[in-house]
Nanobody
Framework: QVQLVESGGGLVQAGGSLRLSCAASGIAFSSNIMGWYRQAPGKQREEVARIEGGGSTTYTDSVKGRFTISRDNAKNTLYLQMNSLKPEDTAVYYC???????????WGQGTLVTVSS
């Protein structure tokens, strides 16, 4: 059974930091492209950052220089370090895993990040 379990969300003031974690089980974690998505109220879900098995990363423009995605393949865990948070970063953040060779996608249940001004 595949499980992606996010943690680390919460309430933080603008300019603050949070670190999200995603513990994965039931998948070949190191073979997966892992990512963080977010969905703000009334908006579509968007990709925030992605990291491939070898460590190459991509970020959406609005978080470049502020967020860092990383992975620990030994611990089957994905991270998102979020610094200099802004109110517009407020959203539910979702962990995503994609296994390319079987083209299967997985989602966590989401963790809420609220940034107050």
């Amino acid at each position: 059974q595949v499980q992606l379990v996010e943690s680390g969300g919460g309430l933080v003031q603008a300019g603050g930091s949070l670190r999200l974690s995603c513990a994965a089980s039931g998948i070949a974690f190191s073979s997966n492209i892992m990512g963080w998505y977010r969905q703000a109220p009334g908006k579509q879900r968007e990709e925030v950052a992605r990291i491939e098995g070898g460590g190459s990363t991509t970020y959406t423009d609005s978080v470049k220089g502020r967020f860092t995605i990383s992975r620990d393949n030994a611990k089957n865990t994905l991270y998102l370090q979020m610094n200099s948070l802004k109110p517009e970063d407020t959203a539910v953040y979702y962990c995503n895993g994609f296994t390319p060779f079987i083209r299967r996608e997985y989602w966590g249940q989401g963790t809420l990040v609220t940034v107050s001004s």
